[in-house]
């Protein structure tokens, strides 16, 4: 199965509200990354955390992780319109003879104006 | 700094032809990795290559893919004698990393896709 599963599957929110997403994984990691895509295009990265970090902040995302409850949380404040798009958690797990990424099935996030 | 990039865009195949498809790392990346989205899922890794050597293959199919990264040129993802199942987006991503691990090394910035189609 996956190694990483994002929750909830879809969200739809007001221009202005928060948003959060959550993703959890099953083994160890080197780092966990948040990518957004939006629908038929490629993957834009947003943000990697390291597993000996907790947080991160890089302009409106927050990123959260907790690597007891191998979880990790994606927070976008003030959302936008141009926000609208699957957020998708990849984890490169520890185990790995590279740097292959682990991907979940993603959050499609709406926000409406 | 061109970013990752892939051709063709779109691909249409009959069933029974070869599809190949083109990655160009970032200037300065030498770690290529491809992944299959399936509509409406996530990306799945199939193959991770450095120059002239595959050193994740885990998750290509064993019968019909195959990965290239020679010394000179892009990376190539071949599919021989497609299927409908085939139809997919293929993504390349590319990364730095190295021995230093330094803040940047282990991203993986992707390419715009190639979109292949099976008739």
């Known amino acids: 199965s996956q190694q990483g599963e994002e929750d909830p599957q879809a969200l739809s929110i007001q221009e202005g509200e928060n948003a959060t997403m959550n993703c959890s994984y099953k083994t160890s990691i080197n780092n966990l990354q948040w990518y957004r895509q939006n629908s038929g295009r490629g993957l834009v990265h947003l943000i990697l955390?390291?597993?000996?970090?907790r947080e991160k902040h890089s302009g409106r995302l927050r990123v959260t992780l907790d690597t007891s409850k191998k979880s990790s949380s994606l927070l976008i404040t003030a959302s936008r319109a141009a926000d609208t798009a699957s957020y998708f958690c990849a984890t490169d797990a520890f185990s790995n003879q590279g740097g292959k990424l682990i991907f979940g099935q993603g959050t499609e996030l709406s926000v409406k104006p | 700094n061109a970013g990752v990039m892939q051709n063709p865009r779109h691909l249409v195949r009959r069933r029974g032809q070869e599809a190949r498809l083109r990655c160009s790392p970032m200037?300065?990346?030498?770690?290529v990795y491809w992944y299959r989205q399936l509509p409406e899922e996530g990306l799945k890794f199939m193959v991770y290559?450095?120059?002239?050597?595959?050193?994740?293959e885990s998750g290509m199919p064993k019968e019909r893919f195959s990965a290239e990264f020679p010394k000179e040129g892009p990376s190539i993802l071949r599919i021989q004698q497609v299927v409908r199942g085939d139809s997919a987006a293929y993504f390349c991503a590319s990364s730095m990393r190295g021995f230093q691990r330094a803040f940047s090394t282990d991203t993986q910035y992707f390419g715009p896709g190639t979109r292949l189609t099976v008739l």
């Open positions: 955390i390291r597993s000996n970090e």
């Open positions: 200037k300065g990346h030498s770690h």
């Open positions: 290559l450095q120059k002239e050597n595959i050193i994740d």
